[in-house]
C-alpha cells in the first residue's frame, strides 16, 4: 500500500506540473497541450487524496483536486431558451467517414434547419441527400481537412468563406439578422500549425467581437481549459453553451467541439457518437 502512495504521490506531483505548465501556454505551443488534460489530472489528485502519502499531502491534493472539479462544472449556470426558433447541427464528420449515408440519414432525424459540417468530402456521394435537403449555404471545398460548409433549409441574407491566412471560417447571416461563424483551425501538432491556430483564433475573435447577435460553432482544437481558448472568450464576447468537461473527441475524450454565443440563448445536447471521431453538437436556440 505504501508502494501504491508513493507512486500516486508522484504521479500526483507530476499532474500539478503539467497543470501549471498549460497555464503557461501563451509562452511556448508545447506546454500548452498539456492544459487539455485537466479531467485526468483531476483523476490523480482524487486518488492521491484517497491514498495520501503523508497527512499534509492529503490537503494539498484534496484542494487541488477541489478547485480542479470546481473548474471542470463551468459554466454553473447555463442558459435555456423558453421557445427556441432555431436549431443547428455542427458535426466534424471525419474526413475518411466509412458510412457517409447512414451519417446523412442520422443528421436529417434530427430536423435541424442549418448544418455546419468540417471535414466533408464534397465529392462523396453519400452526403448528397443532405444537400438536397439543405439548398441553401456556402461551402469550402478541398481534400483535406479544412474542407468546411454551411447549408441551410432556409434562404440565407449572406454565406461567404474567409480567411485567415490558408484556413477557412464560414460567416453566414440569416434572414433575421443572426451571425453564424463555422470555425475550424489546425490542430496545435507543430510550432507552424500551433501559431496559426492562435492567429485563426485571435483574427475571428477580434471579428466577432463587432458581431451583436452570434452563434460560433466549431471544433477548435483547443479545449476550454486553454489559455488561447480564454483568450478567445474575452476578445469575441461569447459564452459556452456546455459544460467544460463535455467530451467531444476521441479517442482522448477531449472537449474541442464548442457552441458560443453572444447576445443569444441557446441550448446545446451532444449528439451519440457515430463514425466520426467527433461528436455532433444540436444547438436550439433563439
Not at 508502494?3 to 511556448?28: D, E, M, V
Not at 449515408?101 to 455546419?116: G, P, Q, V, Y
Not at 461563424?181 to 492567429?199: E, F, G, N, V
Not at 459556452?240 to 440563448?265: I, Q, S
Request: net charge neutral; glycine share 4%.
Amino acid at each position: 500500500m505504501k508502494n501504491i502512495a508513493r507512486t500516486l504521490h508522484t504521479f500526483a506531483l507530476l499532474a500539478l506540473a503539467a497543470l501549471i505548465g498549460g497555464q503557461l501556454g501563451r509562452l511556448h505551443w508545447f506546454a500548452e497541450l498539456f492544459s487539455h488534460f485537466l479531467s485526468y489530472y483531476a483523476i490523480v489528485f482524487l486518488l492521491a487524496t484517497c491514498l495520501p502519502h503523508g497527512k499534509h499531502w492529503r490537503w494539498l491534493w484534496a484542494g487541488t483536486a477541489l478547485a480542479v472539479t470546481v473548474w471542470l462544472l463551468q459554466p454553473f449556470t447555463l442558459t435555456t431558451p423558453d421557445r427556441p426558433t432555431q436549431r443547428l447541427i455542427w458535426y466534424n464528420v471525419h474526413l475518411d467517414n466509412p458510412d457517409t449515408a447512414r451519417e446523412s440519414a442520422t443528421l436529417l432525424a434530427e430536423k435541424a434547419d442549418i448544418l455546419a459540417l468540417a471535414e466533408i468530402d464534397l465529392d462523396n456521394p453519400g452526403w448528397r441527400l443532405l444537400r438536397t435537403h439543405y439548398p441553401h449555404g456556402c461551402q469550402h471545398q478541398e481534400d483535406s481537412p479544412f474542407a468546411l460548409a454551411l447549408w441551410s433549409a432556409a434562404p440565407l441574407a449572406h454565406c461567404t468563406i474567409e480567411y485567415s491566412g490558408d484556413f477557412p471560417y464560414i460567416r453566414a447571416v440569416t434572414t433575421d439578422g443572426t451571425t453564424l461563424y463555422a470555425l475550424h483551425p489546425p490542430p496545435p501538432i507543430s510550432s507552424a500549425l500551433a501559431q496559426a491556430r492562435i492567429t485563426y483564433l485571435h483574427d475571428t475573435a477580434a471579428r466577432i467581437a463587432a458581431e451583436p447577435r452570434v452563434l460560433i460553432i466549431g471544433d477548435l482544437n483547443s479545449s476550454p481549459y486553454s489559455p488561447h481558448y480564454r483568450d478567445f472568450l474575452r476578445t469575441s464576447g461569447t459564452i459556452a453553451t456546455t459544460r467544460y468537461l463535455t467530451p467531444t473527441w476521441r479517442p482522448l475524450f477531449l472537449n474541442l467541439d464548442h457552441a458560443l454565443v453572444k447576445g443569444l440563448e441557446a441550448a446545446t445536447t451532444p449528439l451519440p457518437w457515430q463514425h466520426s471521431d467527433h461528436r455532433a453538437l444540436r444547438v436550439d436556440y433563439r
